[in-house]
């Protein structure tokens, strides 16, 4: 049984739907269900009878600890996360509290049931925790990509509190052997992402003929991953990663965000042209994003060589697929732009 924080957000539900295609396990999801939880993302899941949505709080240390113990889960995958850079610079509070405090109380109460386990089940126990290429710091246009061993050096809140929780984790291996894994990915996209995104907010705006708001000039380096290439990476190296270590997760799909944007413009003119003129048309350059990193890169050498993973998609399918999503599933979209979302879960369940 997996239990796993955090997927009612984009990645862990993205996550739920690949390991429900590749596995007869059941799985409980711990989900606070903040603006970014969407529960209604789960329903297919749910539907088959093998995942259960428990909401609460990863930093409520009782229901982790009753969680753990009435499932007696064989690995934990912790997703849950505040997880929007632009939020944590109006609002870093709460980047602290879950990200770091409910790292902290997540790892607290594994080890303490990790510790009773019989030795064959404590071998095999993982702990698998989902972090960032941002707490890296920032690239130059020339630096080499992020490797494992790369010094940490976030910038942001967000990446700061990211950077936290990874030190937490690795000195809770190191110090109570507690079998952890961490991966370090790169920019995700993909189905069920929340539209403050880039990817998501640019091909919604501009289906509804409003600006699409570029930082700056434009210019800075994402590596781009399809969520489900990284769901498969963290599948493989939940099975055969080594307690400790860390793996960078990359898409080798490095492009400019401007580039990103030009692209599902192109996209879009393509599959859903406009009456007049073009999507492009709608670009509109805005003030740069405080401390705004120019570039991050991934070097994934060690998850190929050690893991045997690489992704599946390009620049080209993952757009096209991602795109294609979005066209095709408005009712999820207007459950979210309404807000609709927020109640589904009340209105399944008469939970509160
Ligand atoms: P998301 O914001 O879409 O989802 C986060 C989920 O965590 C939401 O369902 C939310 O309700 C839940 N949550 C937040 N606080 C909680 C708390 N205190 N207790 C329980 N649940 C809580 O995030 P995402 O994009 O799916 O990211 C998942 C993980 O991957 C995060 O740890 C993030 O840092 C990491 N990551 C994401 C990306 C990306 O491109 N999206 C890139 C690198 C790393």
Same mark, same amino acid.
């Given at each position: 049984m997996l239990l796993i924080t955090g997927a009612a957000g984009f990645i862990g539900a993205n996550y739920v739907y690949h390991y429900l295609e590749h596995s007869d396990e059941p799985v409980v999801v711990l989900d606070k269900l903040t603006y970014a939880g969407n529960a209604q993302t789960l329903e297919a899941?749910?539907?088959?009878?093998?995942?259960?949505l428990v909401r609460g709080d990863i930093c409520d240390r009782a229901l982790v600890r009753q969680l753990i113990e009435t499932h007696r889960p064989r690995a934990l995958l912790h997703f849950a996360a505040e997880s929007h850079v632009d939020r944590s610079i109006h609002g870093p509070?709460?980047?602290?509290?879950?990200?770091?405090?409910?790292? !902290?109380?997540?790892?607290?109460?594994?080890?303490?049931?990790?510790? %009773? *386990?019989?030795?064959?089940? =404590? /071998?095999? !126990?993982?702990?698998?925790?989902?972090s960032t290429d941002e707490v890296y710091g920032s690239l130059s246009d020339t630096d080499p990509a992020f490797s494992e061993t790369t010094p940490y050096q976030p910038n942001s809140p967000y990446s700061a509190s990211k950077a936290g929780s990874d030190h937490l984790v690795r000195a809770w291996h190191h110090t109570y052997g507690l079998?952890? *894994?961490?991966?370090? @990915?790169?920019?995700?996209?993909?189905?069920?992402?929340?539209?403050? =995104?880039?990817?998501?907010?640019?091909?919604?705006?501009?289906?509804?003929? =409003?600006?699409?708001?570029?930082?700056? /000039?434009?210019?800075?380096?994402?590596?781009?991953?399809?969520?489900? /290439?990284? @769901?498969?990476?963290?599948?493989?190296? *939940?099975?055969?990663?080594?307690?400790?270590? %860390?793996?960078?997760?990359?898409?080798?799909?490095? *492009? =400019?965000?401007?580039?990103?944007?030009?692209?599902? @413009?192109?996209?879009l003119d393509e599959l859903r042209p406009r009456s007049s003129g073009k999507y492009a048309d709608l670009i509109t350059y805005v003030k740069d994003r405080p401390g705004h990193d120019r570039r991050y890169a991934i070097d994934p050498t060690k998850i190929e060589a050690e893991i045997g993973w690489t992704p599946a998609e390009t620049f080209e399918t993952g757009f096209r697929k991602t795109v294609r999503w979005y066209l095709d599933n408005p009712a999820w979209i207007e459950a979210v732009r309404s807000g609709a979302y927020r109640t589904w879960l009340d209105t399944q369940y008469g939970q509160t």
């Open positions: 899941a749910i539907a088959t009878g093998r995942v259960q509070g709460d980047f602290v509290q879950t990200n770091v405090i409910g790292t !902290f109380s997540l790892l607290e109460e594994t080890r303490a049931y990790w510790s %009773t *386990l019989p030795s064959a089940e =404590k /071998d095999t !126990f993982r702990f698998l925790h989902v079998p952890v *894994l961490t991966t370090n @990915c790169s920019n995700n996209y993909g189905p069920f992402q929340f539209p403050e =995104k880039l990817i998501p907010l640019m091909i919604l705006n501009a289906l509804e003929g =409003k600006p699409l708001p570029v930082y700056g /000039d434009g210019k800075n380096i994402r590596d781009w991953l399809y969520v489900r /290439d990284h @769901c498969e990476a963290i599948r493989q190296v *939940l099975a055969k990663g080594r307690p400790g270590e %860390t793996y960078n997760v990359g898409g080798k799909n490095e *492009l =400019k965000n401007i580039e990103v944007v030009t692209g599902i @413009c192109a996209l």
